[in-house]
């Protein structure tokens, strides 16, 4: 357990990790933009059904939820309670392993929902879905996009002790 964030060994632990997920969440967006380009080239050969009312909802329902509940889990997950217990039981490594490991849940829930309108567009033939799904898919992407300033500051703050406040 590396216990000074100024340390080389966290430093590289922080650098290490941010990058395994930074190329994590910029695959699974190239993936996202990939999945649009394959329902644009596909248009010719999927045939349009009648409109699904119940698949629809059903759809529209899961890519919200699924949307709301990344927000809603980046900032659960991220709450400086939570991250200063962990720092304080598991120090530098743990809390990075805890900023990674959100990082890519994130990016997997994103991924689910542009696969999700994927799969609607091959079950109704309308690319649309793709389209609207693989925006909101890459608006949270954006969203969960980890930038190392922001992992070093967490770091410092909930470990080391001149950031931490007194009370």
């Not at 329902?39 to 329902?61: M, Q, S, T």
């Not at 217990?85 to 990082?103: C, H, M, P, W």
């Not at 190392?148 to 406040?165: A, G, I, M, N």
Request: proline letters at 5%.
């Amino acid at each position: 357990m590396v216990a000074d964030p100024t340390s080389p060994e966290a430093q590289a632990e922080v650098a290490r990790k941010h990058k395994a997920a930074a190329t994590t969440v910029i695959a699974l967006f190239v993936s996202t933009i990939l999945l649009s380009i394959l329902a644009f080239v596909a248009r010719p050969y999927l045939e349009e059904k009648p409109p699904n009312l119940p698949l629809d909802f059903g759809v529209r329902i899961a890519v919200l939820m699924l949307g709301l509940g990344a927000i809603v889990w980046r900032r659960n997950k991220f709450s400086a309670m939570r991250l200063a217990d962990i720092a304080g039981l598991q120090g530098v490594s743990g809390l990075v392993r805890t900023l990674e490991k959100t990082t890519i849940q994130l990016a997997i829930l994103a991924e689910s929902i542009a696969t999700i309108g994927f799969v609607t567009t091959l079950i109704t033939g309308n690319q649309l879905y793709t389209y609207w799904s693989g925006a909101i898919a890459a608006v949270v992407l954006v969203y969960c996009y980890p930038t190392k300033s922001s992992w070093l500051k967490t770091v410092y703050r909930f470990t080391d002790p001149r950031f931490q406040q007194t009370s």
